[in-house]
């Protein structure tokens, strides 16, 4: 009886032994432990994802409201003047004006072109710029004209210090188109400084 005792106490260790080391088990494989790695969540490590949409307008440069006046046509290619302007009609047979309410003046011209078909815009540049000669004009970085690089001019009159001068031109398939701005300090400029960048958003070829 002694002996059929103590063979049960031996086997009821054994089974606690057996429990206990399959306890072990379980617990080491979700250790955290300074000597484990930590658990990792899906979106650790992974890079940041780019933010949606354009960069900031300070970085990427600021979007310019088309203007929505009056449309101005000539055969090659038509734009919009300011809304609140009035077409003043065709001045001559290559120019067609658009005036502020202040007397601010935009003039669109497209005319044959009398140089070599090889002129680049600096010989166009070359042939404009003394017109401005008693004005504090100056070559700016050139611009667009709908997918085509156009010379930009501008600077203040020699006459009247309040008076913008700004002319965007470019030669194409033959033709010398150019537009023209007279502007005032104390008005068109102060309403809307990028008036000139919110007609030429509007400019597009006719063909």
């Known amino acids: 009886m002694r002996r059929s005792l103590r063979?049960?106490?031996?086997?009821s260790a054994l089974l606690v032994l057996t429990l206990a080391a399959g306890c072990g088990d379980d617990g080491s494989s979700e250790?955290?432990?300074?000597?484990s790695p930590a658990p990792s969540s899906s979106s650790e490590g992974a890079a940041e994802p780019s933010p949606s949409?354009?960069?900031p307008?300070?970085?990427s440069g600021s979007s310019v409201t088309p203007a929505s006046g009056p449309l101005l046509t000539q055969p090659s290619a038509r734009l919009r003047a300011p809304e609140g302007w009035e077409s003043l009609g065709r001045m001559l047979d290559v120019q067609v004006d658009a005036g502020s309410p202040r007397g601010e003046l935009i003039s669109f011209f497209d005319n044959t072109h009398w140089g070599a078909a090889t002129d680049t815009l600096d010989d166009v540049v070359a042939a404009s710029l003394p017109n401005y000669r008693?004005?504090?004009v100056e070559r700016q970085p050139d611009v667009q004209l709908d997918g085509q690089p156009a010379y930009h001019l501008a600077g203040w009159s020699g006459t009247?210090?309040?008076r913008r001068l700004e002319e965007i031109g470019t030669v194409r398939e033959g033709r010398l188109v150019t537009v023209k701005f007279r502007l005032e300090r104390d008005a068109a400029l102060r309403t809307d400084p990028d008036i000139v960048a919110?007609?030429?958003a509007t400019f597009?070829?006719?063909d």
């Open 53 to 55: 949409g354009s960069e």
């Open 7 to 11: 063979m049960l106490g031996a086997a």
């Open 160 to 162: 009247d210090p309040d």
């Open 198 to 200: 919110s007609v030429l």
């Open 57 to 59: 307008a300070s970085e």
């Open 204 to 206: 597009e070829w006719r």
């Open 31 to 35: 250790s955290t432990g300074p000597n």
């Open 134 to 136: 008693n004005d504090d």
